[in-house]
């Protein structure tokens, strides 16, 4: 079945530095989602990608979808206490139905040193 | 607007008695998901509903965990006999439309069978 995995587990990180996470999957993706999960808290949705090569941007934040649909990364630039927490992807197997399941990755917890 | 709501929020139970989750969607929202989420990992799969109808149930772990969602809305998931391995945050998420739309988590429901 489809494996969604990340890399790194753990993201230790000096402010104002920038770091980067992956998110690959085993299958082709028909869409790939990003949350971020603060410490006691529940995942909060950041943004979805759905084309081939797409590239979004949110603020110190970027995000961009492989050309073949299975991989995915997140950057951060800048990085400041505040994005401390762990971020998911998520991914939906391509298949006829688009209303499918959503398969979380284990996460990348990120610790930043002020 | 009132958010995806769960209870109860924490529930201790005796190895072996049944116990009930419930799920309180954002209204509106069509889709219903269960996961569960151990601690530092990312949310694992469970079930998901479109409307009142059970999709997806292939991440359930065996046949003591069962889910309902009987007029489209509030959703259960109930589970028989509980053994301490089911010990787990258990997240119920919702969705405008399928996985085309952001899932917005509750709280969570934290299950601890002693």
């Known amino acids: 079945g489809q494996q969604v995995m990340q890399i790194p587990q753990y993201q230790h990180v000096q402010e104002g530095e920038d770091f980067t996470t992956y998110c690959n999957s085993s299958t082709t993706l028909s869409n790939i989602q990003w949350y971020k999960q603060r410490p006691g808290g529940h995942p909060v949705f950041l943004i979805q990608?759905?084309?081939?090569?797409e590239v979004k941007k949110q603020k110190r934040l970027t995000f961009q979808f492989g050309e073949a649909k299975k991989n995915s990364s997140l950057h951060i630039t800048a990085t400041q206490t505040t994005d401390v927490g762990t971020y998911f992807c998520a991914g939906q197997e391509k298949t006829t139905d688009s209303w499918g399941k959503l398969q979380f990755g284990a996460g990348t917890q990120v610790v930043v040193t002020p | 607007g009132a958010g995806v709501s769960q209870s109860p929020r924490y529930k201790v139970t005796k190895r072996g008695q049944d116990v009930a989750l419930r799920c309180d969607p954002i209204?509106?929202?069509?889709?219903l998901y269960w996961y569960r989420q151990a601690l530092g990992q990312g949310p694992e799969f469970l079930t998901y509903?479109?409307?009142?109808?059970?999709?997806?149930k292939s991440g359930l772990p065996n046949d003591r965990f069962s889910a309902e969602r009987p007029e489209g809305s509030i959703s259960t998931l109930t589970i028989q006999r509980t053994e301490q391995r089911d010990s787990a945050m258990y997240r119920c998420?919702?969705?405008?439309?399928?996985?085309?739309?952001?899932?917005?988590f509750g709280n969570g429901t934290r299950l601890t069978v002693t």
């Open positions: 998420a919702s969705s405008y439309r399928g996985t085309d739309s952001p899932l917005h």
């Open positions: 990608l759905v084309k081939s090569g």
């Open positions: 209204s509106g929202h069509v889709s």
């Open positions: 509903f479109n409307y009142e109808a059970q999709q997806d």
